[in-house]
């Protein structure tokens, strides 16, 4: 059974740093392109990264790049976006999501699986 899970999350000062982790199961996660999202209360989901498959190559929203890198383990089945200089704004439930194409579509509807979120807030 194909599963991914995230974690990682947690409270941080403005300013601060996480680390979120993608771990995938079920499945040869090297072989499947995964996209970060994240979701703020009364907002949409909004693409934040992708790093595809095969080339590894990544793609960043312009609200995080600079800040946001994302990263890819195949060895250990794991994907990690590294998150610096968090803002408030930045506050949502961050999922990751596979995809069995190597490309980075914008749209969480053409992802084929998810995981359950992790929260990240930011605030004093």
């Known amino acids: 059974q194909l599963q991914l899970v995230e974690s990682g999350g947690g409270l941080v000062q403005p300013g601060g740093s996480l680390r979120l982790t993608c771990a995938g199961s079920?499945?040869?996660?090297?072989?499947?392109?995964i996209g970060w999202f994240r979701q703020a209360p009364g907002k949409e989901r909004e693409g934040v990264s992708c790093i595809r498959s095969y080339s590894g190559s990544a793609n960043y929203a312009d609200s995080v790049k600079g800040r946001f890198t994302v990263s890819r383990d195949n060895t250990k089945a794991t994907v990690y976006l590294q998150m610096n200089s968090l803002k408030p704004e930045d506050t949502a439930i961050y999922y990751c999501?596979?995809?069995?194409?190597?490309?980075?579509?914008?749209?969480?509807?053409?992802?084929?699986?998810w995981g359950q979120g992790t929260q990240v807030t930011v605030s004093s």
């Open positions: 999501a596979a995809l069995v194409l190597s490309r980075c579509p914008t749209e969480s509807a053409e992802y084929d699986y």
């Open positions: 079920g499945f040869s996660l090297e072989y499947y392109t």
